[in-house]
């Protein structure tokens, strides 16, 4: 267990003297005690709405005489940050027409009182160099990282394929050194990277703890016993934990917490509910809203507070997913039919609530709802049912840029088992075919801005799975689980001029694609803690790839557990700018990226590779050297020649033959 979680310490009953969860209010009537508990009744409904007020929570003081109210109240909130949002939402609110009430942090009049009269200025304080959580990003080479877990190990390396071939094309940036050496481990189950990157999160038997840093210095911790799943929001402000268990105890009564990461504050607590699935709460793309599904309803939450958006729940009846545009404050949700009334797929724009887009949908078994990455498209997979023991697909695809968002639809006979878009493109790639075919059918379309349109069917693959690579050229077919593992990869820009390139890795049950693109990794990876032997343990390990299927690297691994890549940011360059690099990238830098590996190349060659190169070194420079000596003799062999010393043709002459007959010897023989 990790020694950064004290048990004995957190054990200790805690006193609070922090009343930054406290407001006072003031301007209230001054009243009889007949009418108390109704004037406590609508203070206490007004205040709801700004955060959830503690039990007991509001109190209205009296006169000594016991007989009125003194025209201020106390109310204590759950968390200092709904303090502080009903400081503002409710200071200057009416109460009635002749009282507007005002609103103040119980703390603030301290601060207030110890101010003095005269104007100090304050002290410049010493410069902090702070945590770094971007500096893998300065990394000379561009190189990415990515971490393993396995055996007792979690150690994050440096991928490096051309500098490092000898060594698995790896380098460990670290590995847990500083926690070995203090006798503590450095995560308990698995880890996690959050999505840009900056943090890496290591689960305790006692809560999270993020890291981040060149060292992996520690960044913060989070208590939650028992905590087996996390979610960070997207811009990573955010972090959300689970156990799975309500009211485990008295300290902790709730399964769900929300964490203010950066200053590692809890925000709010939430019961497991009926959430079948991780995560259980869906954030927008800027990280303004959370949502959930309940009970015949979709709860929308605001952050920091975390309240209901407005105080109200969109009632949606018989809702059964929900998801959230990756670019806009949108989501869609699908309603299944019942009696008489169809299923239904719609788009609520949020936090207006305004139904922008709806579509019905008859004889509906299933539906999965697909956003490409840019938003500009969100595909509905519809599942419907042909014969008792059939079932065919169907598409629904909203094109969201487009005034009155217009569906594409693609009728499909075949039973679909993957479908992928292509990141930040408009192709998307299906597997589909038979159910008891033994191959299937690859299909790859594209959404022109008039129609759908069919690129190309490819026949008879193995594959039951699609990974396009993040820059959307290359997408790998791969055939996971009972199909043991076999990998084809295609490039997407030549899909009749190349031929794929077929390899495998057994069992391999991961696949991922670094952030650049360049590069893939597969893993045959096992359970932290199976109940019973793992038949594939002998296979564990992963292989590294290029792009084009070319094998890298192939590391077996006892006990391994977890392989995963590094994220990356979004890039802060324009289309414009990444376009006008891609454009300049011969032409300035190919040269110098050459040069570079060949330097590379030259200092891994040893033995007879090394002489063989030396060699022909040499002959380049010899014959370099005797092309600039025939360039020196160029003026002799024009005079020689009697060529016109101004023409730039050194082969413009005329070749004349001249026969000369000489007697040499006579010689007289008798006959």
């Known amino acids: 267990m990790d020694k950064d979680f004290d048990n004995e310490e957190m054990s200790k009953p805690q006193v609070n003297e922090d009343f930054s969860n406290v407001i006072i209010v003031d301007n209230i009537p001054v009243i009889g005690m007949s009418r108390y508990e109704r004037l406590c009744n609508v203070i206490r409904k007004i205040f709801g709405n700004f955060g959830t007020i503690i039990p007991e929570g509001l109190y209205l003081p009296c006169t000594e005489d016991g007989k009125t109210t003194t025209g201020f109240a106390f109310i204590e909130y759950e968390t200092p940050e709904m303090a502080a949002h009903a400081a503002v939402q409710g200071n200057n ?76 094309s790896r380098e460990l940036q670290y590995g847990g050194e500083r926690e070995k050496k203090q006798e503590k481990t450095w995560t308990d189950l698995v ?27 520690k960044i913060g911790r989070f208590g939650h016993p028992g ?62 809203y959370v949502a959930r599904k309940g009970d015949d309803r979709v709860l929308i939450y605001e952050t920091p507070t975390l309240l209901k958006l407005n105080n109200k729940s969109l009632k949606i009846p018989g809702v059964q997913d929900v998801a959230w545009s990756p670019t806009q404050n949108i989501i ?7 009696g008489n009334t169809p299923a239904k797929v719609a788009l609520v724009e949020i936090p207006s609530r305004k139904l922008i887009r709806e579509k019905h949908l008859y004889n509906v078994e299933d539906v999965k709802m697909h956003w490409q990455s840019k938003g500009q498209f969100l595909c509905v997979k519809i599942t419907r049912r042909k014969t008792k023991k059939s079932v065919v697909n169907n598409f629904e695809i909203f094109r969201m840029d487009q005034k009155n968002i217009p569906v594409e639809v693609l009728e499909m006979d075949d039973m679909v088992t993957a479908f992928s878009w292509q990141p930040n493109g408009n192709r998307f790639a299906l597997i589909h075919g038979a159910r008891t075919a033994p191959t299937k059918k690859v ?6 801005p ?216 006579v010689t007289e023989v008798e006959i």
């Open 191 to 217: 880890v996690e990277w959050s999505p840009e990157g900056s943090y890496l999160a290591t689960y305790h038997m006692q809560g999270i703890v993020l890291w981040g840093g060149d060292d992996f210095e």
């Open 93 to 168: 609110k009416k109460l009635d027409n002749r009282h507007k009430m005002r609103v103040n942090i119980f703390t603030d009049f301290d601060k207030f009182a110890e101010m003095t009269e005269e104007y100090v200025l304050p002290e410049k304080e010493d410069y902090q160099s702070k945590t770094n959580l971007k500096s893998w990003l300065f990394d000379e080479d561009g190189r990415d990282q990515f971490v393993i877990r396995h055996s007792t190990e979690t150690q994050v390396f440096w991928n490096d394929p051309f500098k490092k071939p000898q060594n698995d």
């Open 450 to 665: 008039k129609k759908l349109k069919r690129l190309t069917t490819l026949e008879d693959r193995v594959c039951n799975a699609l990974f396009w690579s993040p820059t959307g050229n290359y997408i790998v077919l791969a055939g996971l689980g009972d199909l043991n593992g076999s990998l084809e990869f295609l490039e997407t820009r030549k899909w009749n001029r190349t031929t794929p390139m077929l390899q495998d890795h057994f069992q391999c049950n991961e696949v991922e694609w670094d952030p650049s693109g360049r590069f893939l990794i597969t893993a045959v990876t096992q359970p932290l803690n199976p109940t019973e032997p793992w038949r594939f343990a002998m296979e564990n390990g992963y292989k590294l790839w290029s792009c084009t299927g070319k094998e890298l690297a192939s590391v077996k691994l006892d006990g391994c557990y977890q392989v995963s890549w590094r994220p990356r940011p979004k890039t802060l360059l324009s289309p414009e700018t990444v376009q006008e690099i891609k454009d300049q990238l011969k032409i300035k830098y190919w040269k110098k990226f050459e040069q570079e590996d060949e330097e590379i190349r030259q200092s891994q060659m040893t033995g007879a590779a090394k002489e063989k190169q030396q060699m022909k070194t040499d002959w380049k420079s010899y014959r370099q050297a005797k092309e600039r000596e025939y360039k020196e003799e160029s003026k002799a062999r024009r005079e020689l020649r009697s060529i016109d010393l101004l023409s730039d043709d050194e082969d413009n002459y005329v070749e004349i033959t001249v026969e000369e007959e000489e007697e040499i010897e």
């Open 332 to 338: 869609s949700y699908w309603v299944p039919e019942h």
């Open 443 to 448: 299909s790859f379309y594209a959404l022109t």
């Open 227 to 288: 905590v087996n799943v996390i979610s960070f929001s997207p811009k990573e402000r955010y972090l959300v934990t689970s156990n799975g268990v309500d009211k485990q105890n008295d300290d902790e009564p709730h399964a769900i917490i929300f964490w203010d990461v950066r200053n590692g504050k809890r925000l709010r607590g939430f019961d497991k509910g009926d959430s079948s699935s991780w995560p259980a709460f869906k954030w927008s793309h800027d990280d303004k």
